[in-house]
DNA sequence: ACTTACTCTACGGCTACCCGTAGGGTTTTG
DNA sequence: CAAAACCCTACGGGTAGCCGTAGAGTAAGT
């Protein structure tokens, strides 16, 4: 089992729940962190007196911080943490729970864990850490199908086009239309309906109007 | 009438048509760039052989330049000729029509004449030179009612109260329901329609999906 | 060649948006 | 005080978006 955890969460309803399961564990050493900036100091000190962590346990998002701070979120935590230290294991908490997300965060920071904080967070976090302990990789049931490749959603450059005559105001009669002008295989103002629904389903956007306003934040037009 | 004119202008047809009414003009010196450092470097060797510009007329936009230059935009080549020389000239000659952005444009840069590259762009722009030399302002009639105060739109903290909720995915008959519940004055569905059919007429925004594209390419929300 | 599966397309009912109109309330003007 | 102007609100008809369904076309498997 672990020996040593590192806690960053910023709200300390979450932190003090997350303690109390890593203490049910009978883990002897724990450590928490409220800002990004500090998790990252206890980090490397640790490395330097010669007693490492082996387990981070990070939230996402941390809000209402001192703009002072270097880190402002989970994701950099974790990048920053891991290349100093590659055998660290890593488990991001957070409520995130849009598939594009939360696949992009599982890959591009070679995660063991990721725990959506829903009503069985604690539970799920606690099944996560001794799957881990063994090299096994952990995800919440709810967000598992995120990851399965058949229904992995990719974004593709059909969608970029979609997206972008969206927010040029044009609509869906008009979108086909310039689909059939430019030859582009699927061009009927169903198909671009059904694929707009897909874009909504995974960005959890309810409107086109919030998926352009979405998909502008994550920079894809 | 002026002596030495400064023309910046990406596109050559403009800045043909530009050159020919200045020569009609009969102003003896016209010098011309197709990018806005070089419109910076020609300025500023200028000042240093003691024979200044005492025009400039710059285009807002130059697309394709390469990513090399400093300067993108006419606006901050505006910006930093006129830190040189606070005495000069200057006149802006753009396609841009959104009323935001054109009394944007008209009060932070402290312009003496915009002149909106319409059917008649050429015959404005006489025109706003004419009234330039003696120290007036011009603006093309098409865009004149920006800037009359009463006309003129201001972007209230109830416009961002609905391009957020816009945003958010929220319908027009939810965000009068926010503004009920948040005791804002003007509160109803048809109210709000009324509102976001100003913002989309100031923003040229065909729908509210356009508009918030807009309104966050603007920074706003 | 037939079946199965998948994709693109077409259609119809429902809802949200859009736009003009009109009525009620307050403020401004003569 | 009355008239006018203005703003907020309510309502109704037309249009675009939304959603399920169903049919046509294509590709793969048996």
Redesign the interface.
Known sequence: MFQKVLIAEDADLASSGVRKALEELEIPKIEYSQYCDEAFIKFKNAIRIEEPFDLLISDLSFVGNPNTQRLHSGDELVKEVKSLDPTLKTILFSIEDRPFKVKQLCNDLALNGYVWKSNDALKDLKKAISLIKDDNFFISPQLAHVLRSKESFEITSFDIFLLQH????L?QKEISEELKKKGIKPSSTSSVEKRLKLLKENFN??????L??IT??FGL?
Do not use: F, H, M, R
């Open positions: 969206l927010a040029e105001g609509e956007a309810s409107n086109p109007t919030q352009v306003a502008k934040d037009i």
